[in-house]
């Protein structure tokens, strides 16, 4: 006899809500292995400086803010199906497009070129998440949002996993360059395969037939009222991407010098820090609700200042520490964003609201790498250059934990 919990556990596998997971599952893909190895590929094997590598993410975070709130209101009026397929298939060109320049151009133009092809390849992941975010907020019942999106946080750092434990072999069998460029391979040949499957299973559910009816009658969204409906919050969002995105992106470079850490060594660490964020995405999903989410976000906020300290203590035990609530904090936060934000605001105008939220993300995609290479203008040994960078990461976070306190309620859009 098969048992309900089994039946439930078959129809989750046959429904929308296991392609969506499955979207988040596939994006992370990609995301992990352009950012652990493309960093240290575009400077270590390319040439690139520390410097180049942040503008990378300034100019690619420009793009999104100058078009963020324009696609968001794009995509609630031609629908989420054709933007989320457009941008799926410019994120796979362009990942793929990155491998094809590191193996068949001539090395004098692999520097300008990769640069391009990593600035699309993260506009077409931002178009994928705004998307992603709609279909959750217009698509999935709203009872049970709020566990989705810990779903999904789970599902986007099991991803993760999924993509640096196929990539070790790969390493360590073509150790340096070659091994790092066949990454790119991996990363489009997983999410070629699996996006369409996801997608398959999303576009088996419809959106709300009402909320074209309510968008019509919706209040327009302009940043005056946001800022003074949600100003201290966006505020907060913005610190925590700024600390989130920043680290991320400059760890492998921080591990390499401050602790000489070899590739596959490194591998292992982020390993670690992504099963902890996929432990942490599980707890948002069994926890995190609109109700607490403000909660959560203080707890998370305040772990990832703790995090980062405990990064710059030059010891091992304490590294592989930080590491785990890093990553929980990560897998935490993540969700509890998304559920915060979403209590401010209805179904309606759901792109519009995202679409503005990945202008907030973005924005801090140009603050943070400039905060990040402040200490490199001062000091000149790039020891001490990472160390105070990291020092300004866990200040940011421990201001986002006060400023939370700040808020009483908001009001909703």
Not at 64 to 89: C, E, P
Not at 178 to 185: D, I, K, P, Q, S
Not at 192 to 215: D, E, Q, V
Not at 299 to 312: G, N
Request: net charge positive.
């Amino acid at each position: 006899m098969i048992t309900t919990t089994q039946n439930n556990f078959k129809n989750f596998f046959k429904s929308s809500s296991w392609g969506w997971c499955l979207f988040d599952f596939a994006n992370s893909i990609p995301a992990v292995i352009g950012g652990i190895y493309f960093a240290k590929w575009f400077t270590e094997d390319v040439g690139a400086s520390s410097i180049a590598f942040n503008l990378l993410f300034f100019v690619s975070a420009i793009v999104i803010i100058l078009s963020g709130k324009w696609v968001g209101k794009r995509i609630d009026t031609d629908g989420y199906k054709f933007w989320i397929k457009l941008s799926s298939g410019i994120t796979f060109i362009a990942i793929f497009s990155l491998f094809l320049t590191s193996q068949f151009l001539p090395k004098v133009v692999i520097l300008p070129i990769s640069f391009l092809f990593f600035v699309i390849f993260l506009f077409g992941y931002q178009v994928s998440r705004i998307c992603h975010n709609v279909y959750l907020r217009g698509v999935i019942p709203e009872e049970i949002q709020s566990k989705m999106s810990g779903l999904g946080t789970a599902a986007n750092w099991a991803g993760s996993i999924t993509g640096i434990g196929l990539t070790i072999p790969v390493i360590m069998v073509n150790s340096g360059t070659l091994g790092r460029e066949l990454t790119f391979l991996v990363a489009s040949i997983g999410y070629g395969i699996l996006t369409p499957i996801s997608l398959y299973f999303m576009f088996l559910s419809k959106p709300n037939s009402n909320l074209t009816l309510l968008a019509q009658n919706q209040e327009k969204i302009t940043w005056k009222s946001l800022l003074s409906s949600i100003g201290i919050l966006l505020l907060i969002y913005l610190l925590l991407f700024d600390v989130m995105a920043t680290v991320q992106r400059n760890l492998p470079l921080y591990l390499s010098q401050i602790f000489k850490m070899p590739d596959n060594t490194q591998a292992l660490g982020f390993l670690l820090i992504l099963f902890s964020a996929m432990v942490g995405g599980f707890l948002a999903a069994k926890s995190v609700q609109y109700k607490n989410s403000k909660a959560w976000l203080i707890r998370s906020s305040l772990l990832l200042a703790f995090s980062i300290m405990l990064i710059t203590i030059h010891n091992n035990v304490t590294l592989w520490i930080a590491f785990i609530t890093a990553g929980l904090s990560y897998g935490i936060m993540e969700s509890s964003i998304r559920v915060n934000f979403m209590g401010t605001f209805s179904p309606v105008k759901a792109g519009e609201n995202f679409g503005i939220l990945a202008v907030v993300e973005r924005t801090s995609g140009v603050i943070g790498p400039l905060i990040w290479i402040i200490p490199f203008t001062i000091f000149s040994d790039n020891n001490n250059s990472y160390i105070f960078s990291m020092y300004l990461m866990a200040l940011i976070s421990f201001v986002a934990f006060l400023l939370l306190f700040c808020i009483k309620k908001v009001k909703h859009l």
